[in-house]
């Protein structure tokens, strides 16, 4: 059994030692479902500037390597349409691999470590990140390739008939999604161990599946609302890009940058938001499984 989560200034911990009141952004106990989904933002607010740093550099970066490729692309292909469209699609989700795989690195260890009311930077978030580098990448691998498959199962049940087709969006497609969110259920606590407990990548995946345990139905329930909400803040923003594309016209480059700028601005929020709730929910399912929340009284006087 891990050792007890630190629950001073948590909902139901009672006073701290000094009795000085202490907030805590994430309460160290079980939470509700309406908790799952409401905590994760506040602990994304509480560390805004340094998640909004990170990904406004990884952005930039990001969009100056997108498109370049696409220049690269549209030069050796003589301009093609095809080619630089193929060129925007790869490069944008290398990108956005790219910048949701360091964000989860950042956003969880600041989030454990403003959960623990220890918050720390972005440079120790970063040196955090990189010494668990190696086991994130495959943790990060393994997710990517469970999503890769069941999409691909979708795709290859794809009709070609208009008839098919809508029924393959309002049936199959659904379902798919469905059976996604189940299988990564399973390991939606394996990142917060690897900086939490320091484990490897096959023991996190491991804990992660004994953790959720049962309650893998409901985890995954939990994040397709999550997905949900977030189609729902993301649709401002949308509006936004539309209201830009109007003024700039449907110019090629202009709207190529502006596309996969919106592409890779979604996929860092969305990022942020996950890992966010990533750690919300290792924290619940530890008070849940294991009893983190609670302080054994010492014979010293103090607690444990």
Same mark, same amino acid.
Request: charged share 15%; glycine share 10%; with cysteine.
């Given at each position: 059994?891990? $050792?007890?989560?630190?629950?001073?200034?948590?909902?139901?911990?009672?006073?701290? $030692?000094?009795?000085? $009141?202490?907030?805590?952004?994430?309460?160290?106990?079980?939470?509700?479902?309406?908790? @799952?989904?409401? *905590?994760?933002?506040? @602990?994304?607010?509480?560390?805004?500037?340094?998640?909004?740093?990170?990904?406004? *550099? =990884?952005?930039?970066?990001?969009?100056?390597?997108? #498109?370049?490729?696409?220049?690269?692309?549209?030069?050796?292909?003589?301009?093609?349409?095809?080619?630089? #469209?193929?060129?925007?699609?790869?490069?944008?989700?290398?990108?956005?691999?790219?910048?949701?795989?360091?964000?989860?690195? &950042?956003?969880?260890?600041?989030?454990?470590?403003?959960?623990?009311?220890?918050?720390?930077?972005?440079?120790?978030?970063?040196?955090?990140?990189?010494?668990? =580098?190696?086991?994130?990448?495959?943790?990060?691998?393994?997710?990517?390739?469970?999503? *890769?498959? &069941?999409?691909?199962?979708?795709?290859?049940?794809?009709?070609?008939?208009?008839?098919?087709?809508? =029924?393959?969006?309002?049936?199959?497609?659904? +379902? +798919?999604?469905?059976?996604?969110?189940?299988?990564?259920?399973?390991?939606?606590?394996?990142? $917060?161990?690897?900086?939490?407990?320091?484990?490897?990548?096959?023991?996190? @995946?491991?804990?992660?599946?004994?953790? &959720?345990?049962?309650?893998?139905?409901?985890? #995954?329930?939990?994040?397709?609302?999550?997905?949900?909400?977030?189609?729902? @803040?993301?649709?401002?923003?949308?509006?936004?890009?539309?209201?830009?594309?109007?003024?700039?016209?449907?110019?090629?480059?202009?709207?190529? &940058?502006?596309?996969?700028?919106?592409?890779?601005?979604?996929?860092?929020?969305?990022?942020?938001?996950?890992?966010? #709730?990533?750690?919300?929910?290792?924290?619940?399912?530890?008070?849940?499984?294991?009893?983190?929340?609670?302080?054994?009284?010492?014979?010293?006087?103090?607690?444990?």
């Amino acid at each position: 059994m891990q $050792p007890a989560a630190d629950t001073a200034g948590s909902v139901g911990a009672g006073k701290h $030692p000094e009795e000085r $009141p202490q907030i805590a952004t994430v309460p160290i106990r079980p939470l509700s479902f309406r908790e @799952l989904l409401d *905590v994760p933002f506040a @602990l994304m607010q509480a560390d805004i500037r340094i998640l909004a740093g990170c990904a406004a *550099v =990884l952005l930039v970066a990001g969009e100056l390597v997108v #498109a370049g490729s696409i220049g690269l692309v549209s030069h050796l292909t003589g301009g093609s349409d095809t080619g630089t #469209a193929l060129a925007a699609l790869f490069a944008t989700l290398a990108a956005a691999w790219f910048v949701r795989f360091t964000l989860r690195g &950042v956003t969880v260890a600041a989030g454990l470590a403003r959960a623990a009311r220890r918050p720390i930077g972005l440079r120790e978030s970063l040196r955090r990140t990189v010494t668990r =580098l190696g086991p994130l990448l495959i943790t990060q691998l393994s997710f990517t390739a469970i999503g *890769v498959a &069941v999409l691909s199962i979708s795709a290859l049940l794809f009709p070609l008939t208009y008839l098919g087709g809508l =029924l393959w969006f309002l049936v199959t497609y659904p +379902c +798919c999604l469905l059976w996604l969110a189940w299988l990564r259920a399973r390991h939606l606590a394996a990142v $917060p161990v690897l900086f939490a407990e320091g484990a490897g990548a096959g023991a996190a @995946l491991t804990r992660s599946g004994l953790l &959720v345990g049962n309650m893998r139905m409901r985890r #995954a329930g939990l994040r397709i609302c999550q997905h949900l909400l977030f189609a729902l @803040l993301t649709a401002p923003l949308l509006g936004l890009v539309l209201f830009v594309a109007d003024i700039s016209g449907t110019h090629r480059w202009a709207f190529l &940058v502006l596309v996969t700028t919106t592409g890779l601005l979604l996929a860092a929020f969305a990022e942020v938001v996950e890992s966010s #709730a990533r750690v919300v929910g290792y924290l619940d399912l530890r008070c849940r499984r294991e009893g983190a929340d609670i302080r054994i009284p010492t014979a010293s006087g103090g607690r444990r």
